[in-house]
């Protein structure tokens, strides 16, 4: 007889008391990125004791968990995310974090508790023909865990013909599900500007080259970026989030240093923005008689989901919670993520689960000192992941 949705959210909503506490557990025990080595432990421990073909070290602290069944050819690759952030916790739960200033800020131990409650289905009663890859990775939280994973040999190793993820996020009705086709999070690109001028008195500006009204000017004029060169259909960030000069009100500095960062959602426009970055430093810099050096640097890639993937995605999502909790094409989000780096390899698709809205639990934004998981999610996000692979290894 077909196993039907409910199935799996019966099956998880039985074992969900276990995969709470793991997900508690982990969240009492944070490690930041290339750090994770009690939760690799334990992830490790659990899918070798349900039988999988584990592989520890890749990328430093990541893990594989491989399970092969039948004679089938296909292969799919999901990974959850394992690392904290270096955020003192305020949220007063009797599972906080025991690490002073580190905590589980983004929901990365619920995203590793859903995978784990699949990978336990899926062996003791999983019904498919073919590979199964169960991506485990370190350090998604600005450190690229993701390249160091495939610098490793990830997908020589463990080939997938396509590759999923997914994350919770607050503000979206617990339990609900969005795909997106095509560019879904942004790139993240920094740079650290310095002005070199000439310092002098307060009370005699005309002996001194002021780097600071330098650096007042090109503030304002990295604006036009977005107001006059980027096409205002598309998306176009540029934040100066730091600017350090001077000690004193009467002292000219000599120096000034600005910290840029700029996010877009194409891989042109990402382009035109640096481009035209560096044009207006150095060129209102020149206007002031100073300066300017620029250490522009490469952070996270678009993250792009390929359409026959997505498609799949929602059908998956669709048959699970009904279309009525499924946004089919959702806004695409300007926070960053580095499995854009897999999707740069693979095929595949990245979703989200609503982490709670209003005065539900897990409305709090990430990377708040308040934030917490919403343990309710875990049945739904291992169910999901579970139909998704016994769905594609047919």
């Not at 960062?261 to 002031?288: P, Y």
């Not at 999502?317 to 693979?346: I, N, P, Y």
């Amino acid at each position: 007889m077909p196993k039907t949705p409910d199935h799996y959210l019966k099956y998880m909503h039985q074992h969900a008391a276990e995969f709470i506490t793991v997900r508690q557990t982990i969240h009492e025990n944070p490690e930041l990125g290339f750090e994770e080595h009690a939760t690799s432990a334990l992830v490790a421990e659990r899918l070798g004791a349900w039988g999988y073909q584990v592989e520890r070290g890749l990328g430093g602290t990541g893990l594989v968990g491989q399970l092969k069944r039948g004679s089938g050819s296909r292969s799919v690759g999901i990974r959850a995310d394992m690392d904290a952030l270096p955020v003192e916790e305020k949220t007063g739960l009797a599972y906080s974090s025991k690490r002073p200033g580190i905590m589980h800020a983004c929901g990365h131990d619920g995203h590793t508790a859903m995978l784990l409650g699949a990978a336990k289905y899926l062996a003791q009663e999983g019904d498919f023909s073919g590979t199964l890859n169960l991506i485990f990775q370190p350090a998604e939280e600005g450190m690229g865990g993701a390249t160091r994973m495939m610098d490793d040999g990830l997908f020589e190793k463990y080939p997938c013909d396509s590759i999923y993820a997914m994350h919770n996020m607050p503000g979206r009705r617990q339990g609900d599900l969005a795909f997106r086709e095509g560019p879904t999070m942004a790139s993240s690109d920094y740079a650290t500007v310095t002005l070199f001028g000439v310092g002098g008195h307060g009370a005699m500006p005309h002996y001194a080259k002021d780097p600071i009204v330098a650096a007042a000017s090109i503030i304002m004029a990295l604006q036009t970026i977005v107001s006059r060169n980027a096409d205002p259909q598309e998306t176009a960030i540029v934040t100066v989030g730091a600017i350090h000069a001077g000690k004193a009100n009467n002292v000219i500095p000599q120096t000034v240093t600005m910290e840029i960062s700029v996010r877009a959602l194409t891989r042109e426009m990402r382009v035109q923005i640096e481009q035209r970055l560096k044009a207006i430093v150095i060129g209102q810099a020149e206007s002031f008689g100073v300066r300017a050096e620029i250490d522009f640097r490469k952070g996270y890639a678009v993250l792009v989901n390929t359409p026959e993937e997505t498609e799949f995605a929602r059908s998956i999502g669709r048959a699970l919670v009904g279309d009525e909790h499924v946004e089919a094409q959702a806004k695409a989000v300007t926070g960053s993520e580095d499995f854009a780096f897999m999707l740069e390899k693979r095929p595949g698709s990245y979703l989200m689960i609503g982490n709670g809205r209003g005065d539900e639990h897990g409305a709090c934004m990430v990377h708040n000192q308040g934030y917490d998981f919403n343990d309710s999610n875990l049945p739904i996000g291992a169910a999901y992941w579970a139909l998704l692979a016994e769905t594609y290894l047919v």
